[in-house]
């Protein structure tokens, strides 16, 4: 994105462009879900939309997940290309069976016969004391199924390549957007553009340790790296931006210029994201790690309401130091 | 537009009643809550807006009728099941207002010691199975505590709160048809107040004219009521309450109502938006306390002075809940891990 002229647009914005050029461009591609068109959705994300594209193509749904989502996959077998939002990635539970089972499995169970060009935009992260059922970040359960496609963008840049993306691809995708993010701003180039899956992008280069964070971490990460610097530790942050198919090359190729790894994720710790990556980056690179990789996680808790509580269980940037120099102490 | 289906059980519109029928103190106790739950969510604006409490905040104002007419029907040992507008059932059941307030603000005194909040918040005592984050949550919760009671041969029986918008939720017909079969003590009474979030009811939910003709579908009683009228909501209620502790079965209740403020704290001035004034004034013109005041002083069960004297008591007592609810301290931080498991 070096050469041409660049605008600044929020992460909803991001959102809505990619939704605008993408229904511009191919008139099989229709959005639905609660409240997304005529009130522009409960996070404001697509407003506009409706104005420019009509109910037919900007649908208002019925409180039923698993209605929509499973007439998304129906739409998707039969030749449209749905996008369909779940407000908060807590409620793709109620979903779960049309994700899980018609969705994922359907090429594969028919022989190659059926595609499923199907988007399944939804939300994850904590701190808003929206509390256990509003704040969860389900990401690995999707990525845990295979036959999905899950994007996990951190940048308003980075949603909107992904999702054009996502919306041309015959598989189903889940992309996961950070609302906690939604006002915060990037740039964009004027012209087109689609990032492709599976392509990590170094947010930061630096020397000592990798850190691999997704979506607001990312952020967090940046941030505690700029500190780690004044104390002379140089941190390389390798942003994945698509947990499916995930890019272990540039994951790899860092571990293996810094020796040392922490992987961090806003999911539940325990048999999260951060597992699996650490787990591939131990056995790849095994050879070139001066430390055992760490695991940087959700507490293991339901997200608590209290503003007293809900900061303890969410990954921060004091954790994430405490982290990394936990990695040098015996230097 | 013609329905093919057979309507075995036509709608019931259950009776205005213009005296009051139910004894005294039950109308005062009802009046009681009904004015408890209109300054209690007036006092979760106020502290909403004045940056002390996080979160959302669906607020009930407009809707006390339903809650209270409903509970009032109950015992304390029957359960209900609420939803993200909770703030009113849990009071209608007999909840305190200073641990709910304490709830809101996220403090070690609240009900659920801070972990819940707003759309979370329970009193098992009380037969409260808990607010509900997710709309339909509460349905078959409400449909198994009935099986419960049944199975532990108790006539208790168990209501289960949903809004329009939770009316499409899968999970209604799989508990309501579970409940049906089973003929279980459950009442599942629908507060159709017109809107989930932004979306008019009208336009994402397929009845003839009303929710309640759903019960057809299931072969169980559908009354449709006057959400608005205290007396009629107990009315209908007490009656299938007692069908149900009798063992003949579930219910379907439809309480026609409004919520005069915007779905939660932070949507302000929904008549600039998906609602007109028109509307919300004509929902104003019948507000069910107001209403049932007027009703009061007709029975000669109030004066004027009366109203206005209990009214100062109870924000009297509004405003000590949010006192003790300042005053708690947060939960200590060591608390973060408990309850995960019992
Ligand atoms: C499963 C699920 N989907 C969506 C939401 C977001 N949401 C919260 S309240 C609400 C509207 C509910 O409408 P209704 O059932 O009529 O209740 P009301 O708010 O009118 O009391 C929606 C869509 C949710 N909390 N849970
Ligand atoms: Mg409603």
């Known amino acids: 994105m070096s050469t041409s002229n660049h605008r600044e647009i929020t992460y909803a914005e991001a959102v809505r462009e990619a939704i605008r050029e993408e229904m511009r461009r ?90 499923v060009p199907l988007v399944v935009r939804t939300t994850l992260g904590a701190g808003r004391s929206s509390a256990a059922q509003h704040s969860q970040s389900l990401q690995a359960w ?90 002379g530790i140089s941190v390389e942050v390798v942003d994945p931006r698509t947990l499916v198919p995930l890019d272990m090359a540039t994951i790899i190729a860092s571990v293996e210029k810094t020796s040392r790894a922490v992987v961090i994720d806003e999911g539940y710790q325990r048999f999260g994201i951060t597992a699996e990556i650490a787990s591939l980056i131990a056995d790849e690179a095994f050879d070139y790690l001066d430390a055992p990789v760490k695991r940087i996680g959700a507490m293991d808790v339901p997200v608590p309401f209290s503003p007293g509580l809900e900061p303890l269980t969410i990954p921060n940037e004091e954790r994430v130091i405490h982290t990394v120099k936990g990695l040098f102490r015996d230097e | 537009m013609a329905t093919t289906v057979t309507v075995k059980k036509p709608v019931q519109v259950a009776s205005k009643a213009t005296r009051l029928t139910i004894p005294d103190d039950l109308c005062l106790e009802m009046h009681r809550r009904m004015v408890t739950i209109r300054r209690f969510e007036e006092a979760v604006w106020e502290v909403y807006t004045q940056g002390l409490m996080r979160g959302l905040a669906h607020l009930y104002i407009g809707e006390e009728a339903t809650a209270v007419g409903v509970c009032a029907a109950l015992r304390t040992d029957d ?60 349905m078959g919760l409400a449909t198994g505590a009935a099986l419960s009671a049944k199975m532990r041969g108790t006539d208790q029986v168990a209501v289960c709160f949903f809004g329009d918008g939770a009316a499409n939720q899968g999970v209604f017909l799989e508990a309501a048809n579970l409940a049906a079969v089973w003929k279980l003590p459950v009442l599942f009474v629908c507060e159709n107040n017109q809107y989930g979030e932004y979306t008019a009811a009208k336009h994402v939910t397929a009845i003839h004219e009303h929710i309640a003709e759903r019960a057809a579908a299931f072969d169980i009683p559908g009354l449709v009521v006057d959400g608005n009228d205290v007396v009629a909501v107990y009315e209908a209620t007490k009656e299938m309450v007692d069908r149900a502790r009798a063992g003949e079965g579930p219910s379907l209740i439809e309480c026609k109502t409004y919520r005069y403020r915007g779905h939660h704290v932070g949507d302000g001035n ?73």
């Open chain 1, 26 to 115: 191919d008139d099989h591609v229709f959005l639905m879900g609660e409240d997304v068109g005529a009130a522009g959705g409960v996070f404001k994300v697509t407003t506009g939309l409706y104005q420019e594209f009509g109910p037919e193509r900007i649908r208002d749904t019925p409180i039923s997940e698993a209605a929509i989502v499973g007439a998304g996959v129906g739409a998707a077998m039969t030749g449209m290309r749905p996008i369909v939002e779940v407000m908060f990635g807590d409620f793709i539970t109620i979903a779960m069976d049309q994700i899980v089972n018609q969705a994922a499995k359907m090429c594969y169970m028919t022989g190659g016969q059926a595609k």
């Open chain 1, 142 to 231: 999707l990525a845990h199924i295979p036959g999905l496609k899950v994007a996990i963008p951190s940048t308003p840049y980075d949603l909107k390549g992904l999702l054009k993306t996502a919306i041309r691809d015959d598989n189903p995708v889940i992309v996961y957007e950070d609302k906690m993010m939604y006002n915060t701003k990037g740039l964009v180039p004027d012209e087109e553009y689609t990032i492709p899956f599976g392509t990590a992008d170094v947010k930061r280069e630096g020397k000592d340790v990798t850190i691999v964070a997704t979506s607001s971490m990312v952020h967090t990460v940046l941030n505690a790296a700029t500190k780690l610097e004044q104390d």
């Open chain 2, 79 to 138: 359960y209900i099941t609420s939803t993200h507008r909770g703030h009113g059932h849990l009071i209608a059941k007999g909840g305190r207002v200073d641990r709910m307030m304490a709830e809101m603000l996220g403090k070690v005194d609240g009900y659920n010691r801070g972990k819940g909040g707003t759309m979370h918040i329970a009193d098992l005592s009380l037969g409260i199975l808990g607010a509900n984050g997710i709309v339909g949550g509460g």
């Open chain 2, 270 to 342: 929904p008549e600039k938006t998906y609602r007109t004034q028109e509307e919300t004034d004509a929902w104003k013109a019948k507000d069910p306390i107001a209403r049932f005041q007027r009703r009061l002083i007709e029975a000669g069960l109030a004066t004027e002075a009366d109203l206005a004297a209990w009214d100062g008591e109870i924000q009297q007592q509004i405003q000590e809940a949010v006192e003790f609810a300042k005053q708690s301290p947060y939960p200590p931080a060591s608390e973060v891990t408990d309850h995960v498991y019992v």
